[in-house]
C-alpha cells in the first residue's frame, strides 16, 4: 500500500504523541530512494554535502546552486519523506532580500518542503521571521552550528555551563517565536536537550544530544561507513560499506586484468553464418 507523504501536521502529531521523528541525509537520487523506501520521516539535504560527496574541507564553500543540483535528484527520489534543503553560508545572513530570495529557489527549483537555517543570532532570527512571512517552513538549527564553527571555537560540545545553556534555551525559544517548525540540537548536552524539548511546542531533532529529543538525524555516510575522514562520537556506524566497495573494486581490477571478466554470461553473440559473411567483408576490406 502507498503510503502518504509526511506533512509538517504529521510531525508535530508525532511529537503530541511523543513518538519519535527519523531523520537522515540524503544527497543523490539513489540514496534518497533507498532512505524513503525505508520511511525515514524526513530527508535533509544538508550542506554537509561539502564534506561528505564533493571532498570539500568544510561546508563553507558549498554554493545554491549546488545545494539546488543535489535537491533536485534527492526530489526525484523522495516521494513519502518531508524535505528539507540547507540553506548554505551567506545565502541568508546577508539580508532579508536575499534570505526570501534563497529560500524561494530551493523551494521553486528545488522542490522541497522546508528550508533549514543555522544559528539564532537576531540577524539571523529576523531573516528566518520574514521567510516564514513568506510562506515557506523553517526548520532552526543551534548548538554546534558546522558554517560558524570557527566562532564557536571548534567542532566542540556546546552549552556545558549553565551561561552557555541558558543561551541555547533561549535560542530554542525564540526560533520558535519566529516561527520554525522544529529546531535541530547538534552536540549538546542530554539534559539540556531534555529540558529544550519539554519547553518547545515544535519538535527538536538531536545530532549528538541525547535520547530526550522528539526526533533524531544522522549524515547518511556515517550511518553506513562511507566516509572515513573523521567520525563524530555520536555519529553511529551501523554497517561498514566502503570496505565491501573497496574488496569489490579490487576484485573487479583483478579479473579484467586476469582476463577471467568479462565472461561468456557477460557477453553478446551472433550467429556463425553472420559471422562467416562478416569473414567475407574482412577478405573485402584487405584486399
Known sequence: MERKKITLTDLQRKKANGQKITMLTAYDYPTARLVDEAGVDMILVGDSLGMVVLGYDSTLPVTMDEMIHHAKAVRRGTTYAFLVVDMPFLSFQVSEEDAIRNAGRLMKEA??????????????????????????????????????????????????????????MDSAAALEAAGSFGVVLECVPGPLSAQITGLLKIPTIGIGAGKECDGQVLVLHDLLGLFDRFTPKFAKRYVDLSAGIREALQQYRGEVESGAFPGPEHTFTMSEAELKKLGGCCEHHRG
Open 111 to 168: 522542490g522541497c518542503d522546508a528550508v533549514k537555517l543555522e544559528s539564532a543570532e537576531p540577524r539571523v532570527l529576523r531573516f528566518a521571521r520574514a521567510i516564514v512571512e513568506a510562506g515557506i517552513p523553517v526548520l532552526g538549527h543551534i548548538g554546534l552550528t558546522p558554517q560558524s564553527a570557527s566562532k564557536l571555537g571548534g567542532f566542540t560540545v556546546q552549552g556545558k555551563d549553565a551561561a552557555a545553556a541558558a543561551r541555547i
